[in-house]
């Protein structure tokens, strides 16, 4: 079974700070990763994805970026907050192209003051 | 660009009312997922369907794969509360690592 793990559960960060939000992956090796942020109730907007160590796919212009140092870590981080950037953010992996399913971790809450 | 609609956007019913949920689309799906959300959680699978016209089982949640598979629907019998949450589809193509979001469906059975 797949297991991803997120932290921080919670964050509070004033803005213009700086933004480090982390994501390891227990299981099979070789995930797809993926950076979600979602607004209040609403779908899920794909922020990065990356197919193996040191490859990231930026999906939407923005003040954040991602990195994968190893295989099952992904990092999502950003160099001065916006009041813009809170929101819930999700990692999630999955495994293959087409069809596959993508698991989730439990999501940060990020909250720009 | 690959959308997925999602209708209705907000379903409040009673408990033991039976609802439908949809996923629509104009553009053709090698699979679909559909996935439940609990507040401050992350989404949790539920099903994924693969073959047009397919048709699963979870206990009271059917769902369909439409033949064409552009399109899917998730059918709740007897809703409880303890299906509130929100529902989400996802469709997947050969060509891509990435999975297309439909905007999700908030669901609340009042009991």
């Known amino acids: 079974s797949q297991t991803i793990h997120q932290w921080p559960a919670t964050l509070v960060q004033p803005v213009g700070s700086p933004l480090s939000l982390e994501c390891t992956v227990e299981?099979?090796?070789?995930?797809?990763l993926y950076w979600y942020r979602q607004a209040a109730g609403r779908g899920l907007q794909l922020l990065f994805y990356?197919?193996?160590?040191g490859q990231i796919s930026s999906e939407v212009p923005q003040n954040l970026s991602a990195s994968r140092p190893q295989d099952r870590q992904f990092i999502l981080s950003s160099k001065k907050l916006l009041l813009s950037d809170s929101g819930f953010y999700l990692c999630?992996?999955?495994w293959g192209q087409g069809i596959y399913e993508q698991y989730f971790g439990p999501g940060t809450r990020l909250t720009v003051t | 660009t690959q959308l997925l609609e999602q209708s209705p956007q907000f379903l409040s019913i009673q408990e033991g009312e039976n609802l439908t949920v949809y996923c629509n689309s104009s553009?053709?799906?090698?699979?679909l997922q559909w996935y439940r959300q609990e507040p401050g959680e992350g989404p949790v699978l539920l099903v994924t369907?693969?073959?047009?016209?397919e048709v699963k089982k979870l206990k009271r949640l059917t769902f369909q794969f439409g033949d064409a598979r552009k399109d899917s629907s998730l059918h709740i019998t007897a809703a409880q509360p303890g299906d509130t949450g929100l529902y989400l589809c996802?469709?997947?193509?050969?060509?891509?690592?990435?999975?297309?979001f439909g905007s999700g469906t908030r669901l609340l059975v009042r009991p």
């Open positions: 996802a469709g997947g193509t050969d060509s891509s690592y990435k999975l297309i």
């Open positions: 553009s053709v799906f090698s699979s």
């Open positions: 369907v693969v073959t047009g016209g």
């Open positions: 299981g099979t090796s070789n995930p797809n």
């Open positions: 990356s197919v193996g160590i």
């Open positions: 999630a992996a999955g």
